[in-house]
């Protein structure tokens, strides 16, 4: 064969392990399999078949495709999965990729390649860490430095290196089974050593090049990964900075009566110790918007007895189809409170709070209203722009919407002196939130189930 023709088959052969490997790790499924440490022996299979497949067929193309022997990456197929799957999965992946061999009547590779991917898989058991496998690398210069500094009082072996010569031994082997079986082993060779010895790199970088494309794809899950934990973790800080916050003002109000009026005062005591049950309770950071009413009906029982129950009405018009829509927790308490604080609050007669549901477009839209002295100028915010001088309160609505929905989430508000404030969300209609949890749905309850305090 041509010294040229090998060197232009090396090279191709180093395109093909990179694309398949780049095509392998966009299947979601592949990766769930390829990452974990520990395989049943159905995902073993799975793994070996899903990623075999395309190296089974480049033993297809070198058999029936004349001068085409760049697609042929068997052994380091098989390396690659025995060192990923261990041993069982190293033999499963030589019979399977090894398997058209046999009718091109290159019978030996079989046997070889099943040996070769019993030895990774070995390598793979006896490894300390299995982060060394993904970690591989053919340039191992300073893995030798690092291993003659690690072992200069006591001498140990590498795992890297091991692994290395392994394969550079089982690449040698090949290469000597093919001069003497010419007619039954597949191998390439080449009589100048310069070439033997780009053979040699090709195999090793066959095998590293998959490993570092599925050691970036595991990284980048890690990452992502993190992000979640690192968004559940935000979120969960922002939900404990709302409830102590209205647990304050709901205790001050109770204070207020304990003296003038320690009955009413015993009933609040209740009532709060069942909203505390209640968000003892709920760990999910996504609740149906029936529970969310359903918390604002105990917290309006509490104020209404603060405020007088001829100057706290409420109205409701709940949508029915919009009570099962998950929203994230404690999101409306915070807007009845400040709605309640600010605007009803410094009015003499009191006033009206309206609570408002309905879909629009696969969009939620909830409204809080009061009729109360207003806010001043009116005010259109998303949830990146934040809202100042508002409170911890309303700053941890914008700052949560921002975090769950991103910019697919609005909240605006528009205020006008003497008349009232509309507070109105925006939210689109989600099941579940990746990396959140969201709670399941809560027991029909009908409409008629929502009361208006003061009746």
């Known amino acids: 064969m041509d010294q040229s023709l090998i060197l232009i088959t090396l090279l191709i052969k180093l395109g093909v392990a990179a694309a398949v490997a780049s095509a392998l790790v966009r299947s979601k499924a592949f990766k769930n399999i390829l990452f974990l440490e520990q395989r049943t022996l159905l995902q073993k299979l799975y793994l ?84 060394y496998v993904w970690t591989f690398t053919p340039f191992v210069d300073l893995s030798v430095y690092r291993w003659i500094r690690r072992n200069v009082r006591r001498p140990r072996p590498d795992w890297q290196i091991g692994f290395l010569l392994i ?36 195999s090793l970088m066959c095998i590293a090049i998959p490993l570092k494309v ?20 935000r979120v969960e800080a922002l939900q404990s900075q709302i409830n102590p916050h209205f647990l304050f003002n709901t205790l001050n109000s109770i204070s207020s009566l304990v003296r003038r009026d320690p009955d009413t005062a015993r009933e609040l005591i209740v009532k709060l110790a069942n909203i505390l049950r209640g968000l003892l309770r709920k760990t999910d950071a996504f609740v149906p918007l029936r529970d969310e009413f359903s918390f604002i009906d105990d917290y309006l029982d509490i104020e209404v007895v ?51 549901s309905r879909l629009e477009s ?68 989600l099941q579940s ?8 749905l809560a027991a029909a309850t009908p409409a008629s189930h929502y009361r208006k305090p003061g009746r």
Not at 188 to 200: E, N, T
């Open 306 to 356: 603060r405020f007088g129950r001829d100057k706290l009405r409420l109205v409701k018009e709940l949508d029915p189809a919009t009570l099962e829509v998950q929203v994230p927790s404690m999101i409306l308490q915070p807007l009845v409170e400040n709605s309640i604080k600010h605007g009803l609050g410094p009015k003499i007669d009191g006033g009206t709070l309206s609570l408002r």
């Open 362 to 429: 696969g969009t939620l839209i909830v409204e809080i209203e009061d009729d109360g002295v207003g806010m001043g100028a009116a005010h259109l915010l998303e949830p990146p722009t934040g809202l100042g001088g508002t409170g911890i309160g309303m700053a941890n609505v914008v700052e949560r919407l921002k975090m769950l929905y991103g910019a697919t989430a609005r909240m605006r508000i528009d205020s006008r002196s003497g008349i009232g404030t509309l507070v109105q969300l925006s939210l689109p209609v």
């Open 48 to 131: 070996v078949l899903f990623g075999g497949f395309a190296f089974a067929i480049g033993v297809v193309i070198q058999g029936y495709v004349h001068n085409f022997l760049a697609a042929d990456l068997s052994f380091e197929a098989v390396v690659l999965l025995g060192v990923i799957a261990g041993r069982v999965g190293g033999i499963m992946a030589g019979l399977f990729i090894s398997l058209p061999y046999v009718f091109q009547h290159q019978w030996l590779n079989l046997p070889f390649n099943v040996f070769a991917g019993l030895l990774a898989g070995w390598l793979r058991r006896v490894a300390d860490d299995y982060e």
């Open 214 to 233: 599925f050691n970036n794809a595991r990284i980048e899950r890690k990452l992502e990964q993190q992000e979640r934990a690192l968004l559940r973790a």
């Open 433 to 440: 939130v990746e990396g959140v949890p969201v709670s399941g």
């Open 167 to 202: 394969v550079i031994l089982l690449s040698f082997l090949r290469i000597e089974l093919g001069r003497v079986f010419p007619h039954h082993f597949f191998a390439l060779d080449s009589p100048r050593w310069a070439v033997k010895l780009a053979i040699y790199a090709t």
